[in-house]
């Protein structure tokens, strides 16, 4: 009786960790990110260069994806809301898994929802300008990438079929 009583007690703190289901629009922002930019993730982020080049294309895909939920009739922003939140979590779980403490995680991941909100600002008007020479400097100063890189990356971008709503 007591054996089974402690099985039991055991048992609790060793289940196994219930499936996270993954948000479909931004496992796509994600394969997206890794189609573009394959360097990026041949191997795992040694330097802090190597993580700001991941930081950059992920915030510019999911620019492009949230002004595409904007373009879309209705209201959206709550799904907005929770697109930029699940990022912000796997920003938090990607932070503990290069070693980052857990008292160090909330002020990083408080500094890149920071970036990506000034980075979000500024890309958000130039989605929609016709020329896009404005989002190629932008692009070429958060990407590093010349302004034919830029193109080249915005229209492969585009042609990506993002399961948005409605769609």
């Known amino acids: 009786m007591c ?3 402690w099985q039991q007690w055991w048992q609790q703190f060793w289940r196994a960790a219930p499936a996270v ?39 510019w895909v999911m620019s492009y994806v ?8 209705g209201d959206h922003s709550g799904r907005r809301q929770v697109l930029v939140e699940t990022m912000l979590d796997d920003f938090a ?8 403490s857990d008292l160090r995680v909330g002020p990083e991941l408080r500094k890149l929802a920071a970036a990506f909100n000034g980075r979000e600002r500024r890309y958000q008007p130039l989605w929609a300008v ?3 020479a404005g989002l190629q400097r932008l692009m070429g100063q958060y990407l590093k990438v010349s302004v034919a890189e830029a193109q080249a990356l915005l229209q492969q971008v ?6 948005l709503p409605g769609k």
């Open 130 to 132: 016709p020329g896009q």
């Open 3 to 5: 054996m089974q009583r």
């Open 158 to 163: 585009q042609r990506v079929d993002f399961p």
């Open 93 to 100: 779980d990607n932070l503990r898994e290069q070693g980052v």
């Open 21 to 59: 289901e993954v948000d479909p629009l931004y496992a796509t922002v994600i394969a997206t990110v890794q189609r573009l930019w394959p360097e990026h993730y041949a191997q795992p982020s040694q330097s802090l260069a190597q993580r700001y080049a991941k930081f950059e294309a992920v915030t």
């Open 66 to 73: 949230l002004q595409q939920l904007r373009q879309l009739p």
